[in-house]
């Protein structure tokens, strides 16, 4: 159930079962041309899971709210985005998705509330994600807010210096903690074939497992 902490923030938002890409839980997102320099993951869940929707959704409509009495959600810009915008990307055309970001390192649950390491994460498992919701103004361009404008949207306007500063109402989601569901195929790469490598006999290897943290720092969210 999402908390609320203060005005323009709604802490603890839970989604349904999302699909992972590009996690950055062991280090920071440092690479790119824009890098981050957060944790980070993009979570991905289908169009028909409403429900994961919803929650997103009314936990940013609760959080803007908070600033801007009565706004709606079509008022908004939500960082809830559509992934048939980024078709190129394996897994995300039919899905909705958010990129949540903590520039603090993120607890890491298992399927039963038990401690795991940042390492069982990868680029197509399955999580839950626990993300707050955060409202703030975004900028506008004085040219793109007259376009704006006439369209019939509603910006907030001020003045600095004697001249007008455009911005809109926003939201975006904060990571909180993440529950390792169950694990799901590779996403992006990883597409070599296993029959390439030799077959090593007898060779004592134990199957691969989760590996479960010892460390009782962090209180479980999900307790």
């Given at each position: 159930?999402?908390?609320?902490?203060?005005?323009?923030?709604?802490?603890?938002?839970?989604?349904?079962?999302?699909?992972?890409?590009?996690?950055?839980i062991q280090a920071p997102s440092t690479g790119g041309q824009y890098p981050s320099n957060k944790y980070e993951?993009?979570?991905?869940?289908?169009k028909a899971d409403t429900a994961t929707t919803d929650a997103l959704a009314s936990g940013a409509l609760t959080a803007a709210r908070q600033l801007w009495q009565g706004i709606n959600l079509t008022e908004l810009i939500v960082g809830i985005?559509?992934?048939?915008?980024?078709?190129?990307?394996?897994g995300?055309?039919?899905?909705?998705?958010?990129?949540?970001?903590?520039?603090?390192?993120?607890?890491?649950?298992?399927?039963?509330r038990?401690?795991?390491?940042?390492?069982?994460?990868?680029?197509?498992?399955?999580?839950?994600?626990?993300?707050?919701?955060?409202?703030?103004?975004?900028?506008?361009?004085?040219?793109?807010?007259?376009?704006?404008?006439?369209?019939?949207r509603k910006l907030i306007e001020t003045t600095e210096n004697g001249q007008k500063k455009y911005s809109m109402p926003a939201v975006t989601f904060y990571?909180?903690?993440l529950q390792f569901v169950r694990n799901g195929d590779p996403m992006g790469g990883g597409h070599a074939d296993p029959m390439a490598f030799p077959e090593e006999a007898n060779s004592g290897a134990a199957p691969f497992s989760a590996p479960v943290a010892t460390s009782k720092d962090n209180a479980n969210p999900w307790g």
């Open positions: 159930m999402a908390t609320q902490q203060k005005p323009g923030y709604v802490r603890d938002i839970v989604t349904g079962i999302v699909r992972i890409a590009f996690p950055h993951v993009h979570g991905l869940w289908p985005k559509d992934g048939d915008e980024k078709a190129k990307y394996d995300f055309p039919g899905h909705w998705f958010i990129n949540p970001k903590n520039k603090d390192a993120v607890p890491i649950y298992g399927p039963v038990e401690k795991l390491e940042s390492n069982v994460i990868y680029s197509g498992c399955y999580c839950r994600m626990m993300v707050d919701a955060g409202a703030y103004t975004r900028s506008v361009e004085p040219a793109i807010a007259q376009d704006l404008i006439r369209a019939g990571l909180n903690a």
